[in-house]
């Protein structure tokens, strides 16, 4: 809320066609206001009072390689901050989620309306071309963009040092377009640690809790989060291969920085500029 975003890289390992990919993360959590009608950014005035609510955005890029090609992927994620009309606050209202890569691009997002889900989705994909669905969601449910948010504590549920919760569960845009295979309601047991532990992450060491998902198909996503505000993620990981660790984060009004001269603060993320050609 302070008119800066927190940018934090991360050293991934993705599972993808069966082998652990190298790749970089890179997460952008910035204040917002939203508008209810539109579902965008509301740009100050534009909007009526009585439209407008804080969220907080996420952007989650995610690039690896997969033999030849490689993959470029981003989650938009907008976790209600306060409440609504029909937005609980605690909450994911947008999710949107595109796959670049050289077979082809996909997109798909879903709006949380009162009905439930209002789903869209787009792929280069046969049988999967184009899609608009309502998708039910139980009281109480969250979807698995949604643990990012929460296990800094930012989103429901909120759990108290050793506490659990079984809560519906969705899986995430992303694993539906990977898996294609249309994600289905089910009941995870959420988690977080009753003590700390010292962690190192190339960021540094830090004071940390672990906090969990469990799936009833034994997917476990397992979050280390830095005990002491911002409560940044140290390091992510579920089960099935992926991990991400944290190498550096700084806050940045990144959106000024497009001039020539600004990829002078890629060092501070421990990032490179990209290089001109490959020979």
Request: aromatic share 10%; proline share 6%.
């Amino acid at each position: 809320g302070d008119g800066q975003a927190e940018i934090g890289t991360y050293d991934l390992t993705y599972p993808r066609y069966g082998s652990p990919r190298a790749g970089v993360a890179v997460t952008i959590f910035v204040a917002e206001s939203f508008s209810l009608d539109a579902r965008v950014k509301a740009d100050p005035g534009k909007h009526p009072e009585s439209d407008v609510f804080p969220v907080m955005k996420l952007n989650l890029i995610q690039d690896f390689q997969t033999g030849v090609y490689d993959y470029n992927e981003q989650t938009s994620s907008f976790l209600a901050l306060a409440s609504l009309g029909h937005q609980a606050g605690g909450y994911l209202t947008k999710v949107s989620f595109s796959s670049q890569e050289w077979c082809g691009h996909s997109w798909a997002q879903w709006l949380a309306q009162p009905q439930g889900l209002q789903y869209t989705g787009h792929s280069y994909f046969d049988g999967e071309a184009d899609a608009s669905r309502l998708l039910t969601i139980p009281a109480g449910g969250i979807t698995e963009e949604q643990l990012l948010f929460w296990a800094r504590g930012m989103a429901e549920p909120k759990l108290q040092p050793g506490e659990e919760r079984s809560v519906p569960f969705r899986r995430s845009l992303q694993h539906e377009r990977h898996s294609h295979r249309e994600a289905a309601w089910v009941t995870a047991k959420l988690s977080r640690g009753a003590t700390t532990t010292k962690t190192s992450v190339p960021a540094g060491q830090f004071e940390a809790e672990t906090w969990r998902a469990e799936l009833p198909d034994g997917l476990v996503f397992t979050f280390v989060v830095e005990q002491a505000k911002p409560h940044r993620i140290l390091e992510w990981s579920s089960s099935d291969g992926e991990r991400a660790v944290l190498v550096k984060s700084d806050r940045l009004k990144y959106w000024q920085m497009n001039q020539p001269g600004g990829e002078g603060a890629l060092s501070r993320l421990g990032l490179k500029k990209r290089a001109p050609r490959t020979p």
